[in-house]
């Protein structure tokens, strides 16, 4: 596309400026962390990292860490299995009412999830099921599979339906091109999809508010301390929070890439 | 193949299938039985009666809809203008800066919501990032800017950002570089290329940008509590309320039920105006 | 035909909702023949190969490999194996292991498998190193070429093709053409081959099916169909031809009934003879059509203007506004060009041997 060199200088500051107002709260956050101070105030007048060891210390922060770690492992697990298949029925079959399902999934994500949250309050309430974090994976499940569908949806539609076509007519029994095809082609897109429901999951908090019952989630106890009886351990605990994410991602991507030089190496051998 | 295709695309849906049918649809029947329950009963075991609805309209709750409402217009309309000229960048003139700035704003969805609104009181509250350094380089200061609507809408833009700027990307990203060109050729001016080509060809990312952003803001909370004090009560709030302090049940239900009418009617009339296949890549129609 | 074919249709139909995309079709294929099914799109050519390969399912009839019933058999289970129009080749395996695929399906050594996938690269004159060759790495004749050895290494009873050639360019596709066809030689297995390009199929095939609409307009050798279309679809289909709408006179020579054509006076021999009053087409290849010069004759005589001049390289074609009527074309070699001018009166000629009479629509 061609443009003039001021435009699109322009255009890139935008950008920039776009990234750093995303990043700005986040930023403050982790100035906030660093505060001595109990009650916090900029400029920051003198730095200490004594909310980390007290949180890390806390045993309220590694339940905390543990039910959400829970919740977003087994989320990660059944939203790429429900995913992968999910995204054949998406976008590879031409199935009678494949119409309807494209349409039916897209209505969660759409949904505010707090309501969705209560929805399920009631419903786990009718059904004599008392909240737990077991509960609230399947809240979860509700907005971040259908995510996990579409992530690998997109993968799957990029590859030729004549490649399974062409490993049946060569006798594949249809486990076999599953195996051989579908699977190794669409991996890729599964193993990103699994990063997205995991973060997905463990920043969630809209669809955990109601749905933990007694356990609680990273996110919520941040809310709550948040909206009431704020604790100087609030800064910190979000910032490890969010390493922990970074961390997972870093991972997820050196995996990604180990799995594309794996299959390199696998046939330039 | 077509049969074949038939068999293992319902068996490949069923999961997904499952998962909608446990944890979506019926939750949302149970919700709109309880909506018909009498006040304040928390089993689905009465007479239905309509006291729920009438509630709604005469105690004044029709007014946090219509903020709501409003807030998440406002902010569609503003993430639509600060969003278009990023996602015309990364769709058509960035390349390696492109999937920096994908990047970057994805790793900020990880990041809990609550955690970065929070991170916005820091900086704009009185004596936060802002006007603590302000005063203490220049010795100005100014009034925090928290709690008042225009925040909640600044909020609500900053929280869905992605959610519009991703779908522009991809209705862009639709538009083609020749067909702007042709245009650019026949003597249009750059204000008709955009109104003649791109809007109408980048069409189906708008409709679902704009709706995603629509819909999550009309039913969000979190903006309004941590950042508008309690300036506007939203209608997810007063949902929240009415289940939790107020313990009526069926009047939450009612309230939700209004919200999800509105939002599942929008959602359903903007999903069928666009081609699924087509936008998310697809070469089949 | 004495032998027994190696595949057999019967009233094989196929319907999407209303729409029928194989009306009643019948077909015999002979073992060792290279059959090119050819048809615009639309015609139902695909939705036929993709029925004998098994990947689609038919709605009425009876498919027979010898003597055994296949059409209830899924593609997995047929003997039979079809080069894709988009090759479909794993990206993710290397040539060799595209190559092994089906070997691998059917549990053979790893050793045998690699020896077989050796001796194909060498059949399709591809260097051995190709063997551990990334897909993306390999040229779109490459990739022909891979496809072509993946699917011989099947071993197929009957080898298909969908157009696997559109995608290259015009060079590549007809040094390909002539390599498929030398390569049908040395096999000795039964091809058949679907396009859109008669051209494609007069290169390499020993039979032609012409389709149209779901059915098969004419089944014949190459120069059958070149010579003797059944009819004006058929003519049409092979490129520039002119027809014309003739009728029977009282001595039943043709006359023109828009054009006006002189027959020089001489009764025809009985392959042009028409009933009296009969319609019929009179088709002509431009080639065949010569200038008239002077008082020069010939049995169909047409005059016009020259209205236009292409060169084709070792071509020349004209084309001449017939009085009253519609252009003709004539093509003359380079060396034989016509030295006319453009907006000159001409007379074109020519003999009944080179015409052929379409009875057919």
Redesign the interface.
């Known amino acids: 596309m061609k443009m003039s060199r001021s435009a699109r200088i322009a255009l890139t500051l935008y950008g920039v400026l776009a990234i750093f107002f995303l990043y700005l709260p986040i930023i403050s956050v982790g100035f906030a962390s660093v505060s001595k101070a109990r009650y916090l105030t900029f400029p920051i007048k003198r730095y200490a990292t004594k909310w980390y060891g007290k949180a890390i210390e806390s045993s309220t922060v590694q339940d905390l860490l543990w039910t959400s770690l829970s919740v977003a492992l087994l989320v990660t697990v059944i939203s790429m299995v429900v995913g992968f298949f999910g995204a054949l029925a998406f976008a590879r079959y031409q199935w009678r009412f494949r119409g309807v399902f494209q349409k039916l999934i897209l209505l969660p994500i759409f949904f505010p999830q707090a309501v969705l949250g209560l929805a399920l309050l009631l419903w786990f309430n009718a059904l004599g099921i008392i909240p737990s974090w077991k509960t609230a994976v399947v809240a979860h499940l509700v907005w971040i599979s259908p995510i996990a569908t579409l992530i690998i949806a997109i993968r799957a539609y990029g590859f030729?339906p004549?490649?399974e076509?062409?490993?049946?007519?060569?006798?594949?029994?249809t486990w076999?091109v599953m195996k051989?095809?579908t699977g190794?082609?669409l991996w890729p897109g599964v193993v990103s999809a699994g990063l997205f429901a995991f973060l997905l999951s463990w920043g969630n908090f809209p669809l955990s508010l109601f749905t933990t019952g007694a356990d609680s989630t990273l996110p919520e106890w941040l809310y709550a301390k948040m909206v009431s009886g704020y604790s100087p351990l609030v800064p910190s605990v979000g910032i490890l929070s969010i390493v922990t994410s970074i961390v997972l991602l870093l991972f997820g991507v050196i995996v990604m890439w180990l799995i594309r030089a794996r299959?390199?190496t696998l046939?330039?051998? | 193949?077509?049969?074949?295709d038939q068999r293992i695309g319902l068996l490949s849906a069923l999961p997904m299938g499952v998962v909608l049918l446990i944890s979506f649809l019926a939750p949302m029947l149970v919700i709109a039985v309880f909506s018909v329950m009498p006040q304040k009963v928390f089993s689905l075991l009465h007479i239905p009666d309509f006291s729920s609805y009438k509630l709604v309209f005469t105690q004044g709750y029709i007014k946090s809809v219509l903020w709501s409402f409003g807030m998440a217009m406002a902010s569609t309309v503003v993430l639509f203008v600060i969003c278009w000229p990023l996602a015309f960048g990364m769709a058509k003139v960035f390349k390696g800066f492109g999937i920096f700035i994908t990047i970057a704003v994805v790793v900020t969805l990880f990041v809990s919501e609550n955690i970065r609104l929070f991170g916005w009181v820091l900086t704009l509250m009185k004596g936060g990032l802002i006007e603590g350094h302000l005063r203490a380089w220049t010795g100005l200061t100014f009034e925090g800017v928290l709690y008042n609507t225009p925040v909640i809408v600044f909020g609500l833009v900053y929280a869905y950002f992605p959610f519009m700027l991703f779908p522009l990307i991809q209705g862009i990203a639709m538009v083609p570089d020749d067909a702007r060109q042709a245009a650019a050729d026949l003597g249009a001016t750059r204000r008709q290329i955009f109104f003649e080509v791109d809007l109408p060809l980048s069409a189906p990312g708008i409709v679902i940008g704009s709706l995603l952003s629509f819909v999550l803001a009309a039913g969000a909370m979190a903006e309004s509590k941590l950042l508008g004090g309690q300036t506007v009560i939203v209608i997810a709030d007063e949902i929240e309320t009415a289940f939790t302090y107020g313990q009526n049940w069926p009047l939450g239900s009612a309230l939700s039920i209004i919200l999800i009418l509105v939002i599942g009617a929008l959602s359903i009339f903007g999903i069928n105006r666009v081609n699924l296949d087509l936008i998310m890549g697809g070469r089949r129609t | 035909m004495s032998r027994e074919p190696i595949l057999r249709l019967e009233g094989v139909s196929k319907y999407f909702g209303e729409f029928t995309a194989l009306d009643s079709i019948n077909l015999e294929i002979d073992e060792g023949e290279f059959l090119t099914i050819v048809g615009p799109s639309g015609s139902g050519k695909t939705t036929l190969i993709?029925i004998l390969?098994?990947?689609?399912?038919l709605s009425n009839g009876k498919i027979w490999l010898w003597n055994d019933r296949i059409e209830a058999i899924?593609?997995?289970?047929?003997p039979?194996?079809?080069v894709?129009?988009?090759l479909?080749l794993?990206?993710?395996?290397?040539v060799g292991?595209n190559i092994e695929?089906?070997l691998k399906?059917?549990k053979q050594r790893p050793e045998n498998r690699k020896a077989r996938a050796f001796e194909l690269l060498d059949l399709l004159q591809l260097p051995q190193s190709f063997y551990?060759k990334?897909i993306n790495e390999c040229s779109g004749g490459e990739r022909q070429r891979v496809a072509l050895a993946?699917a011989l290494a099947?071993d197929p009873e009957i080898l298909f093709f969908d157009e696997p050639l559109s995608a290259l360019d015009f060079r590549l596709r007809k040094n390909l053409e002539k390599e498929l066809k030398d390569l049908h030689r040395r096999t000795g297995k039964t091809f058949v081959y679907i396009t859109h390009s008669l051209e494609e199929a007069m290169v390499m095939s020993d039979r032609i099916a012409i389709m149209r609409s779901g059915r098969f307009e004419q089944i014949a050798v190459a120069d059958e169909i070149y010579a003797r279309p059944i009819s004006r679809f058929v003519a049409e289909f092979m490129g520039e031809v002119n027809l014309f709408s003739v009728k029977g006179d009282d001595s039943g020579n043709p006359v023109g009934t828009e054009i006006d054509i002189q027959t020089g006076g001489a009764t025809l021999d009985s392959g042009m003879g028409l009933v009296r009053g009969a319609l019929a087409t009179l088709m002509v290849r431009p080639e065949a059509v010569n200038f008239l010069v002077d008082d020069g004759t010939a049995d169909f005589v047409v005059e016009g203007v020259l209205k236009a001049e292409y060169a084709l390289g070792s071509r020349t074609q004209y084309k001449v506004k017939a009085d009253n009527g519609d252009e003709l074309a004539v093509e003359k070699l380079r060396e034989d060009r016509f030295f006319g001018k453009v907006g000159d009166r001409v007379r074109l000629g020519w003999n009944a041997a080179s015409a052929h009479m379409i009875t057919g629509d």
């Not at chain 1, 076509?165 to 029994?173: C, H, I, L, N, P």
């Not at chain 3, 899924?74 to 047929?78: Q, T, V, W």
């Not at chain 3, 794993?90 to 290397?94: G, I, N, Q, T």
């Open positions: 030729d004549s490649l076509e062409a490993a049946r007519d060569m006798g594949a029994s076999t051989e095809i190794p082609l299959s390199e046939s330039a051998r | 193949m077509e049969r074949q | 993709r390969v098994g990947i689609e399912e899924p593609a997995n289970r047929r039979t194996c079809m894709f129009q988009s479909a794993f990206p993710h395996k290397s292991e695929f089906p399906l059917r551990q990334r993946r099947f």
